[in-house]
């Protein structure tokens, strides 16, 4: 909006305008937390992909001598079975980041679809949905990872699967709930008297305003399912045979890494997973910051 602004009117200055709204993945990038956040993700997306394409050495070579420190020759030493763990380490990150994009869109796939239909349509698809969110929200998450786990073939797959499914209520409940509040706008209640259908109306009108809920719970589930893969993969769960953030951590637990003092084969994928939840929270505070300026600048 440019207020009273009369385009015959010749004789306002261009500093006499509003400024315009900047946008938004300026504002963004302009807010510290949330570019700190981007960075640091940013930071291990290119690291896991290159890991993908190129390692030092093959990571499931083992021909190295056993529990060698740190060097030139290999960055973060080695295993007790001879595998270069800096290799082991930029391979396992691809597959951990993987696992958490993909748990991150199913569940937020599922959240936001439920969110939307749950608190635009109301009534009986309301109760019906949320109650069965409700349910899925008071089950304790983590045992019930577990035993999903032990039924399903241990894969990369199944851990996605499993891990989304269980990831996707609480989303569905913070969307329904900012649904409730858009849908009583003048403007949504203007499209339903003007007869638009209602798919048209949640994803034309009120899809935009969940976009900051979206974003937010996006990066939190994606660091989640990180966390929640490494905690399956810790207790003997998951596939072993993938090399991932949380293998990584088992097989050093499980071959005595601490008693070797093989500090470098526990540091990094656990240093990792803490530094990846700090820039989780740093980005959503960054972005809960750049959108509540933009409703004040409306």
């Known amino acids: 909006m440019i207020g009273n602004y009369n385009p015959e009117n010749t004789n306002i200055q261009a500093s006499e305008l509003p400024p315009v709204k900047e ?11 949330a570019r700190t956040g981007i960075m640091i993700i940013g930071f291990f997306a290119i690291f896991g992909i290159i890991g993908q394409i190129h390692t030092p050495y093959p990571a499931s070579f083992d021909n190295f001598p056993t529990w060698l420190p740190p060097s030139a020759k290999h960055w973060f030493g080695t295993d007790y079975d001879g595998h270069d ?8 990150t691809g597959v951990s980041l993987y696992v958490g994009a993909a748990v991150a869109l199913i569940a937020v796939s599922l959240g936001t679809m439920a969110g939307l239909v749950s608190g635009y349509y109301g009534g009986i698809v309301d109760n019906a949905l949320m109650r069965f969110v409700d349910i899925l929200l008071i089950l304790p998450t983590f045992p019930l990872l577990v035993i999903l786990s032990t039924y399903f073939k241990p894969t990369v797959t199944s851990t996605i699967i499993v891990i989304g499914i269980l990831s996707w209520p609480f989303m569905a409940r913070v969307i329904r709930s900012q649904i409730l509040t858009v849908k009583q706008r003048p403007f949504v209640q203007a499209s339903i008297l003007a007869g638009m259908p209602g798919y048209q109306i949640m994803l034309k009108e009120i899809f935009k305003f969940t976009l900051p809920l979206i974003i937010i719970n996006a990066v939190y589930i994606f660091v989640g399912a990180i966390v929640a893969q490494a905690g399956l993969a810790f207790f003997g769960l998951g596939d072993l045979a993938s090399i991932n953030w949380g293998t990584m951590l088992y097989y050093a637990q499980s071959q005595d890494a601490v008693i070797y003092y093989a500090w470098w084969w526990i540091v990094p994928p656990g240093l990792s997973i803490a530094i990846l939840g700090i820039a989780a929270n740093f980005f959503g505070n960054g972005i809960t910051e750049v959108f509540g300026e933009r409703a004040g600048e409306v």
Do not use: A, T
């Open 23 to 33: 946008n938004l993945l300026v504002q963004i990038w302009h807010n510290r937390k």
């Open 85 to 92: 763990v800096f290799s082991q380490f930029m391979y396992g």
